[in-house]
């Protein structure tokens, strides 16, 4: 399985949970008061589905449709008057084939359905628009929650089962290196992160987007403090860099010393008797203070022997060794690298039982909620909309091979910016049908249908422009 397949893999099945997860939500509170709910697809079905199930009544695939019941019901029952049905047996369930999103058909609601004929008829008491405002209103926000409400069972379920373990960015005594670009606003290699904008950093997940969501970073530098200001396009600049074949460090990394844990026989490290074990300190007479520096010096030295300085460990002393090593065509010398910070530094080791680990969800999912709010202000500057991008930038995200804690920190990930794109005031999102029933809540006074068929049909518009722009910047990002 290619690279391509094994990302698409992972976005079909995350984005096809998230939309059942949300969809059922808007049913669970729909039937609970009552509401019929006609239709539960997943994906889109305009002219015809690729499958549809109704229970006890039909089965259908890409528009042909076969009977599972010859019971005569009266039309009222058809139509989910509610009084024989069960729980699930009134809604058409479907996977349709535009795999843009899922929907509920809420009987008696103006949706993407647009579904104005129903909405002529006489109100029936198990139609949506029937209902008090305040189950309205709870139906329509149900989606947002069980949304966010997965996002942290995920989060709690990956800590129960993994724990966390990391070093404290302030606790790197040598300090981070830094990309180009961070560079040039003033972070410098070496310089030990603390605060981003008066907030303590500590696990480098969370810190390298608090720095770059931050007004100023306060760092430890030469045994000082010191405060970079960190410019509003820092964060579009550092993943233009980072998507760049020169990019050597996303943004920061720690800057561990250059242990070797493996020495090729025949190369030139085991020619020269360097040893697992052993530390480079300099390369052709220069210090190196971590892997970074190592890398450097060892660029341009094609085919030559060049002088190296190690430390070993001897019992409780350190012996300090002379070497000239030979290099490759492609200036290397044989050896494996140490690249875990853990093995340099003190780590935070952290287990979760049971009940730990739901606060802790809990957390994880309210800073991933406030983190992605913050960025949206982004969106609205111009490098903000370059950034934009649609699935295949969202199917990018996913690692190239399968990994199931990474597919779920995704997928939590994804279902917190669905919760939040989902309850923006935009009519055609939940957000906009959410707008008008406070509205109505606070002055007592509905919207009436024809405003709200063409909010409808605006929204919608908008969110089909929003949907051709990102993917169109997807397939721009691919020629250039």
Same mark, same amino acid.
């Given at each position: 399985?290619?690279?391509?397949?094994?990302?698409?893999?992972?976005?079909?099945?995350?984005?096809?949970?998230?939309?059942?997860?949300?969809?059922?939500?808007?049913?669970?509170?729909?039937?609970?008061?009552?509401?019929?709910?006609?239709?539960?697809?997943?994906?889109?079905?305009?002219?015809?589905?690729?499958?549809?199930?109704?229970?006890?009544?039909?089965?259908?695939?890409?528009?042909?449709?076969?009977?599972?019941?010859?019971?005569?019901?009266?039309?009222? =029952?058809? +139509?989910?008057?509610?009084?024989?049905? @069960?729980?699930?047996?009134?809604?058409?369930?479907?996977? /349709?084939? %535009? !795999? *843009?999103?899922?929907?509920?058909?809420?009987?008696?609601?103006?949706?993407?359905?647009?579904?104005?004929?129903?909405?002529?008829?006489?109100?029936?008491?198990?139609?949506?628009?029937?209902?008090?405002?305040?189950?309205?209103?709870?139906?329509?926000?149900?989606?947002?929650?069980?949304?966010?409400?997965?996002?942290?069972?995920?989060?709690?379920?990956?800590?129960?089962?993994?724990?966390?373990?990391?070093?404290?960015?302030? =606790?790197? +005594?040598?300090?981070?290196?830094?990309? @180009?670009?961070?560079?040039?606003?003033?972070?410098?290699? /070496?310089? %030990? !992160? *603390?605060?981003?904008?008066?907030?303590?950093?500590?696990?480098?997940?969370?810190?390298?987007?608090?720095?770059?969501?931050?007004?100023?970073?306060?760092?430890?530098?030469?045994?000082?403090?010191?405060?970079?200001?960190?410019?509003?396009?820092?964060?579009?600049?550092?993943?233009?860099?980072?998507?760049?074949?020169?990019?050597?460090?996303?943004?920061?990394?720690?800057?561990?010393?250059?242990?070797?844990?493996?020495?090729?026989?025949?190369?030139?490290?085991?020619?020269?008797?360097?040893?697992?074990?052993?530390?480079?300190?300099?390369?052709?007479?220069? !210090?190196?203070?971590?892997?970074?520096?190592?890398?450097?010096?060892?660029?341009?030295?094609?085919?030559?022997?060049?002088?190296?300085?190690?430390?070993?460990?001897?019992?409780?002393?350190?012996?300090?060794?002379?070497?000239?090593?030979?290099?490759?065509?492609?200036?290397?010398?044989?050896?494996?690298?140490?690249?875990?910070?853990?093995?340099?530094?003190?780590?935070?080791?952290?287990?979760?039982?049971?009940?730990?680990?739901?606060?802790?969800?809990?957390?994880?999912?309210?800073?991933?909620?406030?983190?992605?709010?913050?960025?949206?202000?982004?969106?609205?500057?111009?490098?903000?909309?370059?950034?934009?991008?649609?699935?295949?930038?969202?199917?990018?995200?996913?690692?190239?091979?399968?990994?199931?804690?990474?597919?779920?920190?995704?997928?939590?990930?994804?279902?917190?910016?669905?919760?939040?794109?989902?309850?923006?005031?935009?009519?055609?999102?939940?957000?906009?049908?959410?707008?008008?029933?406070?509205?109505?809540?606070?002055?007592?006074?509905?919207?009436?249908?024809?405003?709200?068929?063409?909010?409808?049909?605006?929204?919608?518009?908008?969110?089909?422009?929003?949907?051709?722009?990102?993917?169109?910047?997807?397939?721009?990002?691919?020629?250039?």
């Amino acid at each position: 399985m290619d690279t391509f397949l094994i990302k698409a893999v992972q976005l079909i099945i995350a984005l096809g949970l998230l939309i059942i997860i949300h969809e059922f939500g808007h049913f669970l509170f729909a039937r609970i008061f009552g509401v019929k709910v006609e239709k539960f697809y997943i994906f889109f079905d305009p002219w015809k589905e690729i499958f549809k199930w109704k229970p006890k009544k039909y089965i259908g695939f890409f528009g042909k449709t076969r009977k599972l019941s010859s019971d005569s019901e009266n039309e009222e =029952d058809e +139509k989910g008057s509610g009084k024989k049905e @069960g729980f699930w047996s009134g809604t058409e369930y479907g996977v /349709g084939w %535009i !795999p *843009l999103g899922g929907y509920c058909k809420i009987a008696g609601m103006i949706d993407e359905s647009m579904d104005t004929e129903q909405m002529k008829e006489p109100p029936k008491e198990w139609e949506f628009r029937s209902k008090p405002a305040w189950q309205r209103l709870l139906i329509m926000i149900a989606g947002v929650l069980f949304n966010f409400l997965i996002a942290i069972v995920i989060y709690a379920g990956i800590v129960y089962a993994t724990g966390e373990k990391y070093v404290p960015v302030a =606790d790197a +005594k040598n300090g981070m290196i830094f990309s @180009g670009e961070a560079r040039k606003v003033g972070f410098h290699n /070496g310089d %030990i !992160p *603390l605060r981003a904008d008066g907030e303590t950093l500590d696990s480098p997940a969370d810190a390298r987007l608090q720095m770059l969501q931050a007004k100023e970073v306060t760092l430890l530098r030469d045994g000082k403090e010191v405060t970079v200001k960190v410019p509003e396009d820092l964060i579009f600049r550092i993943d233009k860099e980072a998507k760049s074949d020169t990019a050597l460090v996303n943004f920061m990394a720690y800057r561990i010393p250059t242990r070797i844990t493996q020495v090729v026989p025949g190369e030139g490290a085991a020619k020269a008797g360097i040893q697992e074990g052993d530390e480079i300190i300099s390369v052709n007479n220069h !210090p190196v203070n971590g892997l970074d520096e190592f890398f450097e010096r060892l660029a341009g030295n094609e085919n030559k022997t060049i002088p190296m300085t190690l430390l070993r460990d001897k019992g409780d002393a350190r012996d300090t060794i002379a070497v000239n090593v030979a290099l490759s065509s492609a200036s290397k010398m044989g050896v494996g690298l140490e690249v875990d910070p853990a093995a340099f530094y003190a780590s935070k080791d952290i287990k979760y039982n049971l009940f730990q680990s739901v606060p802790r969800g809990i957390e994880m999912g309210t800073d991933k909620l406030v983190s992605y709010a913050k960025s949206m202000k982004l969106v609205f500057t111009k490098e903000g909309a370059k950034s934009v991008g649609g699935f295949g930038s969202i199917g990018s995200i996913f690692p190239e091979k399968w990994d199931w804690i990474a597919f779920w920190n995704i997928t939590a990930f994804l279902s917190v910016a669905l919760a939040f794109m989902n309850i923006l005031p935009i009519p055609a999102l939940d957000g906009g049908h959410v707008l008008f029933l406070l509205i109505e809540v606070i002055t007592g006074r509905k919207p009436s249908d024809k405003f709200m068929e063409w909010a409808q049909m605006i929204g919608m518009s908008l969110l089909i422009i929003l949907l051709l722009y990102a993917n169109g910047m997807d397939i721009i990002r691919l020629f250039k």
